[in-house]
């Protein structure tokens, strides 16, 4: 007891520092984040106001932001980087301004002394910063404005509907008339420009460094990486080496403790399912539901890479735009793995207490049919709005915010934050005798409740940022919800609920199962915290961000270093004792957690965690891959099992099919070991060459996108989505199974009970 109170002590200590720094960042962010000023040219004509690029990049949102592209590397994988593009496009037309100036000639017709005078003049023009911050201007040469505005006309007209742009709308799977309002589009260059100015212009006081830490790559001004990019990256990896030794020495010093023998019986097979109990199985059949809508908008989505604007023909993006295929299939992966941890929470809560509190079924049924409403209601709004071009505030407020994982409108996000809150309520009533009573069991009960108020209480970030919110601070407290709260709090959560599940079942000891849990929790969120500035290392922050993100990112994977030694003893408890066998799906899917961790979390998440890695791929296939193999392998593969555990105590064994979970479960993760190494991954690497050799322009241009080499690389995850949406259909056929059977049961019992 007095060493689990150490830990508990440990625990808190970590959390309040970390939180502090993350917050201390936080305010060096908001502090030093690239000035929004007014852009004037040298004859003092006003360009673009500070309130137009505020408005542009609630404009660009409200056309699909990070669904649509990407500004700083944030965002889709398909049509541009704006930054890196509009910055690429201005260089080139301050090159051929240069040349007629000083040459009489286009750039391409010079000689190659005069193409290095001209390359100089292009690097000093983009690089120095004109700032002036007692007036809050940036003054343009008149040079360069004439480059601003003849780059503003292109993104004018391929957001509007001119007919020149239409090929290019088509490589990029957007759109016409993305933007109807010639206002909006003028606002949306005044956007894309000031991103682009700050990804080149020198940081005041400083040679040779942007606001964005010289991102993204642009040979024709020298933006390349820093030094502190590769130093910190090596030290990174230093680190992470050597805590890797330290964890597996300190995990040889003290040997685990073997575990109990198991019961001779099953100890939850004459556990009886209260009414909210029971009430949960509706939460898991949705889950069903949304897994297979994911999977569809999934495969539109990709196939959006070759087509464009068309489906095998189909004109599906008169209906079914790219934009909002990507939504739905990002935003249903967050809610169907969410819905099954809370459902799981909700289930388990009157299972260990032992107490069903009053009205505890009422409140499950008001959640499901409150988050339902959720569901259908904001994808409802966000498909509508983008199809009706509803504006700015529409988005904004019940549409499409543009946000990846975080895309549905703030009255809907309002209403999941008090969903949420209501949902720790209920579990926390649930749990509340157990927590009450002394047992060995206490600490990991006490874990659940913590990190359930962690996950209704951290979904707050998602209300901090407004339509007028600088974008490198709408990117810090985006990534607080969507790394804190997604890799963070529900993994906490979901590894306390496992651990619960096993001592229930007696496979584990609650005593060293309290201290490994708090131990787990400090050891992920020691690295996991300050992790999250990994995200941040090229969105306007001070260049403190790279090097405290590259250090605490890199002990994020230290942990994964067991996860191999812990899915096999699970492997191990799945064969202890013959009964076990009613859960090894269960179980097996555990199993797959671990390796997917290892895979997708560790090595391919680790592959472009480093500065300079991310530098070069950040915004690529890459990204995808890690996404793919970490969000499914690991926090789906959850999912799954969390919700076969709890659909074992809420169905009759007869009905239960081991065959149907078999092929599903292969199927899923061969399916998904497809789709990442035969597709994504070369596709990144394909990227990243083209990245680091012609500039992050080029990896994202329809000349490498459409390429030979990445088309077949999109069709190359036909076979694998193939083989991994079957597995999706075997488990919609394990749910209809249980279903049918559960009708037949009910009309068996109406007949018994009409007889007597």
Known sequence: MHATKKLWTWLAIICLLSFTVLGWVGREIYLKAPPIAQVVDDTGAVLYTPDQVKYGQSAWLSAGGQQLGTVWGHGSYLAPDWS??????????????????????????????????????????????????????VKLSAIRAEAVRTVANHYAGLFGNAEQYDKLREQYAMAPNSLPEASDRTALTGFFFWSSWAAAADRPGEVGLSYTSNWPHEPLIDNTPTAGAGIWSIASIILMIGAIAGMLFYHGMHKEE???????????????????MKATKKYFLVVIGLILAQVGMGVITAHFAVEGSSFFGIPLANVLPFTVSRTIHTQFAVLWIATAWLATGLYIAPAISGVE?????????????????????????????TLQHKGVDFSFWLGNQGLEFTSMGRVWQIL????????AFLLGRGLWPALKKPSESRGIIAMVFLAALCIGGFYATSLTWGKGTHYSMIEYWRWWLVHLWVEGFFEVFATAVIALLFTRLGLIRAASANSAIILETIVFLFGGILGTLHHLYFTGTPTSVIAIGAMFSALEVVPLSLIGMEAYRNYKRSKSAPWIGAYKWAILCFIAVGFWNTVGAGLLGFSINTPIALYYMQGLNMTAAHGHAALFGVYGMLGIGLMLFCLRGLVDRFAWS????????????????????MSLVPAGIYQAVAAITKGMWFARSPEVVHSTFMETAVWLRVPGDIVFAVGCLFLALFALRLIGKAKKEETVAEGVALEN
Do not use: C
């Not at 301004?97 to 193409?115: I, M, P, S, T």
């Not at 073997?258 to 909210?276: C, G, I, M, W």
């Not at 509190?357 to 498909?383: E, H, N, R």
């Open 84 to 137: 890196a593009d509009w910055l690429h496009r201005e260089a080139v037309a301050l090159q051929d301004l240069f040349a007629r100036k000083n040459f009489n000639k286009d750039y391409a017709q010079l000689e190659a002394g005069a193409k290095a005078h001209v390359d100089a003049l292009v690097k000093t023009e983009l690089r120095t910063n004109t700032y002036n911050a007692d007036t809050n201007e």
């Open 258 to 276: 073997e575990d109990p023998v198991p019961p001779k019986n099953d100890p939850l097979f004459s556990l009886k399912a209260t009414p909210s």
């Open 357 to 385: 509190p009053k009205f505890q079924k009422l409140g499950t049924d008001v959640l499901f049919y409150a988050l339902l409403f959720i569901v259908v209601g904001s994808t409802a709004t966000g498909w509508l709005g």
């Open 416 to 423: 999941l934050f008090v969903g949420l809150l209501f949902w």
């Open 658 to 677: 081991d065959k149907l979970l078999a092929s599903m479960f292969w199927t899923m993760n061969i399916g998904l070991a497809m789709m990442v190494f």
